[in-house]
């Protein structure tokens, strides 16, 4: 079992940065996926980054103003937020599987955290 608390959300203005931070209380192994997910009201949860053995990934819709980054020794995984727009407004999720999770598949990762809401206003 793997326990798995967000926290850092918030509201910001547009362009603005937040980052959002996820404590794993089990050790992050290099067999392990750690992952982002958001949902917001009214729309279906969209993945926005993971990282796996050493490889990250993201989707378009945030690439080049996400980066996300872990931490094994201390078993955090970060999701630094840059140029955020309104369009990002959602509860973000961090997620823990398989490292064949990895590339947002959803469905494979097995343990999810409570959430953290991030709101940007225009």
């Known amino acids: 079992q793997v326990q798995l608390v967000e926290s850092g959300g918030g509201s910001v203005q547009a362009g603005g940065s937040l980052r959002l931070s996820c404590a794993a209380f089990?050790?992050?192994?290099?067999?392990?996926?750690m992952g982002w997910f958001r949902q917001a009201p009214g729309k279906e949860r969209e993945g926005v980054a993971d990282i796996g053995g050493g490889t990250t990934y993201y989707a378009d819709s945030v690439k080049g103003r996400f980066t996300i980054s872990q931490d094994n020794a201390k078993n955090m995984v970060y999701l630094q937020m840059n140029s955020l727009k309104p369009e990002d407004t959602a509860m973000y999720y961090c997620a823990a599987g398989p490292i064949w999770a990895c590339h947002l598949r959803g469905n494979v990762y097995n343990y999810w955290g409570q959430g953290t809401q991030v709101t940007v206003s225009s």
């Open positions: 089990k050790y992050i192994s290099s067999s392990t996926c």
